[in-house]
């Protein structure tokens, strides 16, 4: 990535860096921070977040305030933090996290915390905001595809759309340039009330990666 960076003419101040501590290297979280600057090749980085609220994360959190302070990180937030590790983390330390990156999707919408992340004014950041590909049944749901229809736009454009529009960062992924442009097509039209409505209740409330709080999660990701 650092090599691409620094060959692709984008000046920099064009570019938004987010990266991570992995929640095995919490206790070594100055180290990977100036990894990830001299990999990176850049002399800051704009986001930089815990990866799971397991382990040695408060002793983490404590190390990006230091580097937020000297400005070797211009934001630091979380990942995968449900509300109550979320707001633990918020009373107990200095700085609040800017972003919670958590699973989101039409599927997946998070309702409940994003009220928790609302109060904290923390951004909801939605990874697998297309479901990582394991959940394409969700494109064929015939309301989605109407509203598609109507919009002349694609069932995933819409269901980007519809996470932006309710407040959301989105980070969809893909290795086909002309997926990029479709997901970054998503701001030229607006969904109405009713149209929200719908794609909300397209909800199962029921995560694929799991939830910090199960401890089959903490277990499994012990073997990632
Ligand atoms: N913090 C965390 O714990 C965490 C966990 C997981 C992911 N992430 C991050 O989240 C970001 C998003 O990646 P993600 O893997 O979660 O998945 P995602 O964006 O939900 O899904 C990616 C999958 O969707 C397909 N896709 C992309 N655009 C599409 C389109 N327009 N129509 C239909 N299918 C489309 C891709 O296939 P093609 O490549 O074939 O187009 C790929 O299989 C990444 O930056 C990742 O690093 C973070």
Redesign the pocket.
């Known amino acids: 990535m650092g090599r691409a960076l620094a060959s692709c003419g984008v000046p920099r101040d064009r570019l938004f860096l987010t990266t991570?501590v992995n929640f095995p290297s919490y206790d070594a979280a100055q180290e990977v921070v100036e990894a990830s600057l001299r990999k990176l090749q850049t002399d800051y980085i704009d986001l930089m977040?815990l990866?799971?609220p397991f382990g040695n994360y408060y002793a983490a959190w404590r190390v990006l305030e230091k580097c937020l302070e000297q400005g070797k990180i211009r934001a630091i937030g979380i990942?995968?933090f449900d509300p109550d590790r979320m707001v633990d983390l918020i009373q107990f330390n200095k700085v609040a996290p800017a972003v919670n990156?958590i699973?989101m999707?039409l599927l997946c919408q998070r309702k409940a915390e994003r009220r928790w992340m609302e109060k904290y004014n923390v951004a909801a950041m939605a990874?697998?905001?297309?479901?990582?590909?394991k959940k394409?049944e969700m494109?064929e749901n015939p309301a989605l595809r109407e509203i598609a229809a109507a919009h002349e736009k694609?069932p995933?454009?819409i269901a980007l759309g519809f996470l932006v529009q309710s407040g959301a960062v989105v980070?969809?992924?893909?290795?086909?340039e002309n997926?990029i442009r479709?997901?970054a097509a998503i701001f030229d039209f607006t969904l109405s009330a009713a149209e929200m409505e719908q794609l909300a209740a397209m909800d199962t409330a029921s995560p694929m990666?799991g939830t910090a709080e199960n401890p089959e999660t903490v277990e499994i990701a012990m073997t990632w």
């Open positions: 991570k977040l990866h799971w990942s995968n990156q699973e999707n990874y697998a905001p297309l479901g990582q590909g394409n494109f694609t995933a454009q980070i969809p992924k893909s290795t086909h997926r479709e997901n990666v």
